[in-house]
């Protein structure tokens, strides 16, 4: 898995194994976690508010 964030988008592209990339821009929906990191919630608007800071 691996995640391309793009600040100026506040978008997040999605990568996983042998899926098409998915991307990730609505403000409260879930980023997926790697199965190690099951219990870890975070949303698309936490993760900019986070950054931006």
Do not use: C, H, N
Request: negative net charge; hydrophobic residues 45%; proline residues 9%.
């Amino acid at each position: 898995m691996g995640w391309l964030i793009d600040p100026a988008e506040q978008s997040v592209f999605v990568y996983l194994a042998d899926q098409p990339t998915t991307v990730y821009d609505k403000p409260g929906t879930q980023l997926p976690v790697p199965q190690f990191a099951k219990d870890f919630q975070l949303t698309v608007d936490d993760l900019f508010s986070w950054l931006i800071k």
